[in-house]
């Protein structure tokens, strides 16, 4: 069955660190694949977004993704943490033929320590 | 400026009442969906639309229905006979389903609490 599994339910960083959220798909061809962010009562804004070619895309806000075919990860990562970051993301998959037909992860929610 | 808008952003709804929750979009998308989200559970697909006049069921249908009038209209009625309608409803769209290298758009929610 399709899926989209993040493992983190929830993280909390220190301003100014690193992060990284996983997300492991399974999937039967090859997907596209997303990131959104949703801050509280609010819609979902992508962060970025893999169709092919470089495995590595970037986002908006600093961050990026890197897609690992082998491992089914499509991890985020942003170098230094701000506090504006504190949300909920998602990671999602779908197929080229129908890309509003999202599968979701369950979410992680990020708490940022000043 | 492009872009989906839901209404109303609080609905409140007395148990047995059906409810119609809005989405407009004026993207020129073909296809609309509807998401409900639930804490720690994710977006779940309810209905989805390719075309106007045409419509398929998502993961969670029960409970629930749809139109499509127009392509810039995608309205989600809450029926009485949805067990658990209290949640974050929402609404995206994105072009004609085949269109390579695209992605969803998201509105910015209707809250439905059942009271």
């Known amino acids: 069955a399709q899926s989209v599994t993040q493992p983190d339910i929830h993280i909390t960083v220190s301003e100014g660190a690193s992060l990284e959220l996983r997300c492991n798909y399974s999937?039967?061809?090859?997907?596209?694949l997303f990131w959104y962010v949703q801050s509280p009562g609010q819609g979902l804004q992508l962060l970025l977004k893999?169709?092919?070619?470089?495995?590595l895309v970037q986002g908006i806000k600093g961050f990026e993704a890197e897609f690992k075919r082998s491992q089914s990860s499509f991890n985020l990562r942003k170098p230094s943490v701000h506090w504006s970051d504190a949300a909920e993301y998602f990671c999602?998959?779908?197929?080229?033929?129908?890309?509003?037909?999202?599968?979701f992860g369950q979410g992680t929610t990020l708490q940022v320590k000043p | 400026d492009g872009g989906i808008t839901q209404s109303p952003k609080y609905l409140f709804r007395k148990e047995g009442q059906n409810v119609t929750l809005s989405c407009e979009q004026n993207?020129?998308?073909?296809?609309m969906y509807w998401y409900r989200q639930d804490p720690g559970q994710g977006l779940r697909l309810i209905y989805y639309?390719?075309?106007?006049?045409?419509?398929q069921k998502g993961d969670i249908a029960e409970g629930y229905s749809v139109s499509r009038e127009k392509k810039e209209s995608f309205p989600l009625t809450v029926t009485s006979a949805q067990k658990n309608p209290t949640a974050f409803y929402l609404c995206?769209?994105?072009?004609?389903?085949?269109?390579?290298?695209?992605?969803?758009?998201f509105g910015q929610g209707t809250r439905l609490t059942v009271v």
């Open positions: 995206a769209s994105s072009k004609k389903a085949g269109t390579l290298n695209t992605e969803a758009f």
């Open positions: 993207l020129n998308h073909d296809a």
């Open positions: 893999y169709f092919s070619g470089d495995t």
């Open positions: 999602a998959v779908t197929a080229p033929s129908n890309t509003g037909k999202l599968i």
């Open positions: 639309s390719q075309i106007v006049n045409d419509f």
């Open positions: 999937y039967g061809a090859t997907p596209y």
